[in-house]
């Protein structure tokens, strides 16, 4: 447990001195990256715990940045209350979603998300007047006013600590959850949800809080995402970044807090080797999935733990 | 004492009554045993009673409330436990696992209360000291040894497994335990161990319905016994009666 923890206060160390050392085009990167780690810790916990694999992600990635970003421009409200409004409509959105698409489990829940990141996706590109079709919208930096500094504009470097605090704060959340009762109860789900129900779980209730919060992170991070890069548009929310946020939690270890970690940092690397083969770069992502699936189940984290021959996850 | 009273239940599916006009009653702290030839409706029973199938008509009273239809988990709170024909368990998940997971009715369930992050670290220490002790009782009264606690059920023995399955069951406190066929795939010794858990339960306080094809063994620890036949009760006793009853010999012999 003491190597843990110091294993933790190294790697937190790490990060407030990367930027000091770093280019800023990897501080940028490792930004998104952080972004995404968001992301896809939400959806690990509706998938890798809950068993509930959604192929549809983006599309409530998307519904949290353009909330954002058309509060932000639309209604003057400010980035902090717009990214906070925006995650929240995105769980609600979830929530009601769920009413209808948590009745449907296993491949037919994937495909009814899919359907749905695909119906997502044509609203955003085809609502012009709304959402700015196909050129999508410009969103102004935000603002932080301090007492006494007055207002601060997010610069990379303020937008770096920004992320990673809420990595930390996002991923300790959910060790929590997972911790509790709530969390025992989604694997017991993922694992047969009639013998959880006999056994007393109140499985329709636990499954659509949990897809609340994954939609809220989902929301979260794309309300991030759009005022990070100061643009949003209809491609980064196509059944391609649902895919990518899929492959993030497989390569890094279903079910494991520090899967997605793993998982982002190695998917942002490849796409960076990979960009010169554009939209053929899925094509690699799809044969690393077989890959990882056939040999590797446990995923990047599984892989550590059996060098270390250790249990990582919970 | 009546502790669960089912009146004039019917379920057919498609054109065939699996049961029909069923009435009967379970009381207080008895082993009750449910015979009958295969097909006769005794899991179907089973599963009306814990709505895994909802009856066409007629009443299932628990302690003086109508429980057909209510939603699964309530009906485990409300005191009904069981297990499966085909032995189920989280195979994957260790016994500790299991039988937490069996303790859910017990537990605050708002996520709420579950996201109250202060009192959850206060009371993080005292919950799962109080969990821990659960388990260890449970896994004491089902004969589980202690040091099993954290292994994956997967690796366990069958015997091991079914004490896993009626730990679950019994961790949600329940008056009344619903058995379907626990001795299949047993032994003739463990066969006699399980048996001797069932009349430990029964020393709990625990009512227990037991579904079985092992007649011999059903006969030696039932207080009572129903038989059930083409989705109707032919025939309510003691295992005395049952076995000198002419209409039971000849729906199990043929006349």
Redo the contacts between chains.
Sequence with gaps: MTRGKLVIGAVLLAYAVIPAFAPENIVHLMTITGIWIIIASGLNLLTGYMGYVSFGHAGFVGIGAYTSALLTLKFGVSFWTAALAASLFTALFGLLLGVAILRLSGIYFSIGTLILGEILYSIYYNWSPVTGGFMGLNVPPPELSLPLMGGVSFELLQWYYFIYLLVFLVVGGLKLLIDSHFGKEIIAIRENESLSQSLGVNINQRKSQCLAISCFLAGMGGALFGAFMGHVDPDSFSIAGSTEFITIIIIGGLASLMGPFFGAYVLITLSLYLEVLGKWRMVVYGLIIVFVMIYARGGIVGFLETIFKREFRK | MSLLKTTGICKSFGGLAAISNLSMEVHEQEILALIGPNGAGKTTLLNLI?N?TTPDSGSIILAGQDIAGL???KI??LGI??T?QSL??????SVS?NI???H????E?S?LD??N?VA?LRGKKEHRHGLREKIAEVMAFVGLDAGLAKEPVHVLAMIDKKRVAIA??L??GPSLLLLDEPLAGLNQSEAQELLGLIRKAKGAGIAVLLIDHNLEAVMSIAERVLVLNFGELIKTGTPEEIIRSKRVSEVYLGK
């Design positions: 814990t895994f939603a699964r988990h485990v709170k436990a069981r499966f189920t368990v989280f195979e994957n998940l696992d937490t997971i069996g859910s009715s017990q537990v369930s996520l579950m996201l992050i959850y679950s069951a961790a949600s």
